[in-house]
C-alpha cells in the first residue's frame, strides 16, 4: 500500500500564492490534486500523467494552478497563483498504482482556507 502525505497548507489571502506537496512512498504512475469544500462534493482539480508530457486542469483552476513532478523523489507539486474565497477546501493528493489507473491511492488531505 502507497502512502500519500500531503503538505502545505495554509491560510492565505485572496491574490495569494501558494504551494501544496505530496510525497508518496514508492513510485506512482498517474498523480492528481481533488479538493472538497465543506458541504460539497469532493472535485477534480488537476492530473499528471507519470511522464508529465500531459496536465490537465479543472476548468476553475486553469491559468491559475500548475501542477508538476519529480519521479526522483516521488513527489506531486501543485502551484497555486491568484487564490479565490472559493478555492478554500481541503485538498487531496492521489495516484494511480499502474498506467491503467487513475486513483488507487489517497493522502489524507491538507486544508487550504483563502480569506476575501
Known amino acids: 500500500q502507497v502512502q500519500l502525505v500531503e503538505s502545505g497548507g495554509g491560510l492565505v489571502q485572496a491574490g495569494d500564492s501558494l504551494r501544496l506537496s505530496c510525497t508518496a512512498s514508492?513510485?506512482?504512475?498517474?498523480m492528481s490534486w481533488f479538493r472538497q469544500a465543506p458541504g460539497k462534493e469532493r472535485e477534480f482539480v488537476a492530473s499528471i500523467t507519470w511522464s508529465g508530457s500531459i496536465t490537465k486542469y479543472a476548468d476553475s483552476v486553469k491559468g491559475r494552478f500548475s501542477i508538476s513532478r519529480d519521479n526522483a523523489k516521488n513527489t506531486l507539486s501543485l502551484r497555486m497563483d491568484s487564490l479565490k474565497s472559493e478555492d478554500t477546501a481541503v485538498y487531496y493528493c492521489a495516484a494511480g498504482a499502474s498506467v491503467y489507473a487513475d486513483v488507487n491511492y489517497w493522502g489524507q488531505g491538507t486544508q487550504v482556507t483563502v480569506s476575501s
Open positions: 514508492a513510485p506512482v504512475y498517474k
